[in-house]
C-alpha cells in the first residue's frame, strides 16, 4: 500500500466514523427510530448540511476527498460543540461505533486488495453497521425485557403504579413518591425515563429488592407504546392525567392519544384506575375519575391551598408547590395513598412537605431576582399558569421561551396573547416558533436569540434587581 493508498484509507474511516457520530446523535435523540430521524426531525435541514452534501462532495472530488474531510471535521467539531444535548456515550452508541470502525475497516481492506471499486465504502459500512446494529439491540432488549420480567415476578408484593398522561407525568409521579414515602418503602423511575426501553433498564439495574411500592411513568409517540409498558409492569393502580393536544403531529388526532394513554389499564392485575375527566367519561367498575374535584383553590407565588372532598368530609391542604395547575396532579396522589390505606391526617402533613419538582415550576430567589424555572414543562395549561403567577408580582417581569413544542399554531397564539398581557420583556429562543412571536408578541421589548448560547448574557444585560424572570420550558437547540 503507497502513501497515497494509506492516505484515502485512513480518511475514508475517519470520515465514515464522523459522518457515524452524526447519524448515532440523532438516533438518540429520536429513540433509536431512522423513520422519525428521516420524516420527524425539527431541523430536517441539518440533514444536508452534516450528512448529504459532504457525503456527496466526497465522491465527486474523488482523489481530494480528504480535503472533504478537512473541511467537514471542524464543521461537526463546531456543530457538536454548539449542541446543548449532546450525544451520551451509552453502552448501545459504543458498540455502534466500535461495529462502525471494524465493518469500514475491513471493507476497505478488501476494497484497497483486490482493486475494487470504492464506490460504497462510505455507504456500506452505515447501512451495514445500522442493520447490525439494530439487530444486535433488538436481541438485547428480548434479553433485557425477559430479565425485568423475571425480577418482577421476584417480588410478589410490590405494588406498581403506572403513571401517564399529556401534562405533569414527572410531577405526578414525584408528587405519589413523595406523599407515599411517608409511610412506605417506595421506589420511582428517575428523571423523566418514561420509554418501555428506559423502564426495563431502571428494573434491572435500578429497582432495590427491598421496595414496597414501585411508581412508574409511562410515556408514548405511537399508539401500542403505553401498552408495551403495561404488558412489561402489569401494575395494580394506573393513573391517566390530564389528556390535550401534546405530540398532536405523531398522533394526528386528539382520539388517537386518548386511545393510546388508555392503554394503560390493560393490566392483568389492575385493582384501581384513576382517570382524569378529559381522557373519557365511560364507566368501570374499577375506574375513579379525577379532575373537578378541587375547590376554594388560592395559587400564589408563596404557596397554594386547596380544598378537596375526601372520606365524605371537605378537607384543606396547603402546600409550597406553585401552581393551581399542580392541584390536580396533587389530588392524584392524593387518591391513591387513599387507595393505599394512608389516613387525612398522614395525608395533610404529607402534602405541607412536598417539595417543588424541579424545573417545573421551580421557585429560586436569587440577586434581588424572583426566578421561576419552568423548563422542563411544554403544556399550554402549565405555561398559562406560570404567566399568571408572574402577573401577581409588582416588579418587571420578563418571560424566556421557545413557545410550545409539538403542538399546534393555535395554542401558541393563545400564549403569545398571554404573554402580551403580561410581560415587560420577551426572550424567545429558538427559531421554530420564531416567525410566529415574531409577527404576533406585542411586549415592550422583545428579543430573538437563534442560538441559546446567548441567553445569559442578554439576561444579565436586561434584567435587575426587583424583576420576576419566568422560564417556560426549554425545547434543546435541535428542536
Same mark, same amino acid.
Given at each position: 500500500?503507497?502513501?497515497?493508498?494509506?492516505? #484515502?484509507?485512513?480518511?475514508? &474511516?475517519? /470520515?465514515?466514523?464522523?459522518?457515524?457520530?452524526?447519524l &448515532?446523535?440523532?438516533?438518540?435523540?429520536?429513540?433509536y427510530r *431512522?423513520?422519525?430521524?428521516?420524516?420527524r426531525?425539527?431541523?430536517?435541514?441539518?440533514?444536508?448540511?452534516?450528512? &448529504?452534501? !459532504?457525503? *456527496?462532495?466526497?465522491y465527486?472530488?474523488?482523489?481530494?476527498g480528504?480535503?472533504?474531510?478537512? #473541511?467537514?471535521? !471542524?464543521?461537526?467539531?463546531?456543530?457538536?460543540?454548539?449542541?446543548?444535548?449532546?450525544?451520551?456515550?451509552?453502552?448501545?452508541?459504543?458498540r455502534?461505533?466500535?461495529l462502525?470502525?471494524?465493518?469500514?475497516?475491513?471493507?476497505?481492506?478488501?476494497?484497497?486488495?483486490t482493486?475494487?471499486?470504492?464506490?460504497?465504502?462510505?455507504?456500506?459500512?452505515?447501512?451495514l453497521?445500522?442493520a447490525?446494529s439494530? @439487530?444486535?439491540?433488538?436481541f438485547?432488549?428480548?434479553?433485557?425485557?425477559?430479565?425485568?420480567?423475571?425480577?418482577? #415476578?421476584?417480588?410478589?408484593?410490590?405494588?406498581i403504579?403506572?403513571?401517564?398522561?399529556?401534562?405533569?407525568?414527572?410531577?405526578?409521579?414525584?408528587?405519589i413518591?413523595q406523599?407515599?414515602s411517608?409511610? /412506605?418503602?417506595?421506589?420511582a423511575? !428517575?428523571?423523566?425515563?418514561?420509554?418501555?426501553?428506559?423502564?426495563?433498564?431502571?428494573?434491572?439495574?435500578?429497582?432495590?429488592?427491598?421496595?414496597?411500592?414501585?411508581?412508574?411513568?409511562?410515556g408514548?409517540?405511537?399508539i401500542?407504546?403505553?401498552?408495551?409498558?403495561?404488558?412489561?409492569?402489569n401494575?395494580?393502580?394506573?393513573?391517566?392525567?390530564?389528556?390535550?393536544?401534546?405530540?398532536?403531529?405523531?398522533?394526528?388526532?386528539?382520539?388517537?392519544?386518548?386511545?393510546?394513554?388508555?392503554?394503560?389499564?390493560?393490566?392483568?392485575?389492575?385493582?384501581?384506575? /384513576?382517570?382524569?375527566?378529559?381522557?373519557t367519561?365511560?364507566?368501570?367498575?374499577?375506574?375513579?375519575?379525577?379532575?373537578?374535584d *378541587?375547590?376554594?383553590?388560592?395559587?400564589?407565588?408563596?404557596?397554594t391551598?386547596?380544598?378537596?372532598?375526601?372520606?365524605?368530609?371537605?378537607?384543606?391542604?396547603h402546600t409550597?408547590?406553585?401552581?393551581?395547575f399542580?392541584?390536580?396532579?396533587?389530588?392524584? #396522589?392524593l387518591? &391513591? =395513598?387513599?387507595e393505599?390505606?394512608?389516613?387525612?391526617?398522614?395525608?395533610?402533613? @404529607?402534602?405541607?412537605?412536598l417539595?417543588?419538582?424541579?424545573h $417545573?415550576?421551580? $421557585?429560586?430567589?436569587?440577586?434581588?431576582?424572583?426566578?421561576?424555572?419552568?423548563?422542563?414543562?411544554g403544556?399550554i395549561?402549565?405555561?398559562?399558569?406560570?404567566?399568571?403567577?408572574?402577573?401577581?408580582?409588582?416588579?418587571?417581569?420578563?418571560?424566556?421561551?421557545?413557545?410550545?413544542?409539538?403542538?399546534t399554531?393555535a395554542?401558541?397564539?393563545?400564549? *403569545?396573547?398571554?404573554?402580551?398581557?403580561v410581560?415587560?420583556? @420577551?426572550i424567545?429562543?429558538? =427559531?421554530?416558533?420564531?416567525?410566529?412571536?415574531?409577527?404576533?408578541l406585542?411586549?415592550?421589548?422583545?428579543?430573538?436569540?437563534?442560538?441559546?448560547?446567548?441567553?445569559?448574557?442578554?439576561?444579565?444585560?436586561v434584567?435587575?434587581?426587583?424583576?420576576?424572570i419566568?422560564? @417556560?420550558?426549554?425545547?434543546?437547540?435541535?428542536?
Amino acid at each position: 500500500m503507497d502513501n497515497m493508498q494509506l492516505i #484515502a484509507f485512513a480518511t475514508n &474511516i475517519i /470520515f465514515v466514523l464522523a459522518l457515524g457520530w452524526y447519524l &448515532i446523535t440523532n438516533l438518540q435523540w429520536y429513540d433509536y427510530r *431512522i423513520e422519525r430521524v428521516v420524516l420527524r426531525h425539527h431541523k430536517s435541514w441539518w440533514h444536508a448540511v452534516y450528512f &448529504i452534501v !459532504p457525503f *456527496i462532495l466526497y465522491y465527486v472530488l474523488g482523489a481530494y476527498g480528504v480535503f472533504v474531510l478537512l #473541511a467537514y471535521l !471542524p464543521l461537526l467539531a463546531f456543530w457538536h460543540i454548539k449542541l446543548d444535548k449532546k450525544l451520551v456515550l451509552t453502552w448501545r452508541v459504543k458498540r455502534f461505533l466500535i461495529l462502525l470502525f471494524t465493518i469500514s475497516f475491513f471493507l476497505n481492506v478488501i476494497f484497497t486488495l483486490t482493486d475494487l471499486s470504492g464506490t460504497y465504502s462510505v455507504f456500506a459500512p452505515l447501512v451495514l453497521t445500522y442493520a447490525l446494529s439494530w @439487530a444486535t439491540e433488538k436481541f438485547l432488549f428480548e434479553a433485557y425485557k425477559r430479565e425485568a420480567k423475571k425480577k418482577i #415476578a421476584s417480588m410478589p408484593n410490590l405494588t406498581i403504579i403506572c403513571v401517564t398522561g399529556s401534562y405533569g407525568k414527572t410531577s405526578m409521579k414525584n408528587f405519589i413518591a413523595q406523599i407515599l414515602s411517608t409511610k /412506605f418503602n417506595v421506589y420511582a423511575t !428517575p428523571r423523566s425515563v418514561n420509554t418501555l426501553g428506559g423502564i426495563i433498564r431502571d428494573v434491572n439495574e435500578s429497582l432495590p429488592a427491598n421496595t414496597q411500592v414501585y411508581i412508574c411513568e409511562a410515556g408514548a409517540r405511537e399508539i401500542g407504546d403505553i401498552y408495551a409498558i403495561t404488558q412489561l409492569l402489569n401494575p395494580q393502580i394506573v393513573v391517566v392525567g390530564k389528556v390535550g393536544p401534546q405530540h398532536l403531529e405523531y398522533f394526528k388526532t386528539l382520539e388517537r392519544i386518548q386511545q393510546t394513554k388508555l392503554e394503560i389499564i390493560h393490566s392483568n392485575r389492575l385493582k384501581r384506575a /384513576f382517570i382524569h375527566t378529559s381522557v373519557t367519561d365511560v364507566p368501570h367498575e374499577k375506574v375513579t375519575f379525577f379532575g373537578d374535584d *378541587i375547590v376554594n383553590l388560592d395559587a400564589t407565588l408563596e404557596g397554594t391551598d386547596f380544598d378537596l372532598m375526601l372520606h365524605n368530609e371537605l378537607q384543606h391542604f396547603h402546600t409550597q408547590v406553585l401552581g393551581g395547575f399542580q392541584t390536580m396532579n396533587i389530588n392524584a #396522589a392524593l387518591l &391513591i =395513598a387513599d387507595e393505599m390505606g394512608m389516613s387525612s391526617d398522614e395525608m395533610t402533613r @404529607a402534602v405541607h412537605s412536598l417539595k417543588s419538582v424541579e424545573h $417545573r415550576l421551580q $421557585r429560586i430567589d436569587a440577586g434581588g431576582k424572583i426566578i421561576l424555572d419552568d423548563g422542563y414543562n411544554g403544556n399550554i395549561d402549565g405555561m398559562l399558569e406560570g404567566i399568571r403567577l408572574c402577573s401577581l408580582h409588582k416588579g418587571r417581569k420578563v418571560i424566556v421561551t421557545p413557545g410550545l413544542v409539538e403542538s399546534t399554531e393555535a395554542l401558541n397564539s393563545e400564549l *403569545i396573547e398571554a404573554i402580551n398581557g403580561v410581560f415587560d420583556i @420577551a426572550i424567545i429562543t429558538g =427559531a421554530l416558533n420564531a416567525v410566529q412571536f415574531e409577527k404576533e408578541l406585542r411586549v415592550a421589548e422583545v428579543i430573538m436569540l437563534s442560538d441559546k448560547a446567548q441567553m445569559v448574557k442578554r439576561l444579565g444585560e436586561v434584567t435587575r434587581a426587583g424583576d420576576i424572570i419566568l422560564f @417556560a420550558n426549554d425545547a434543546p437547540n435541535f428542536i
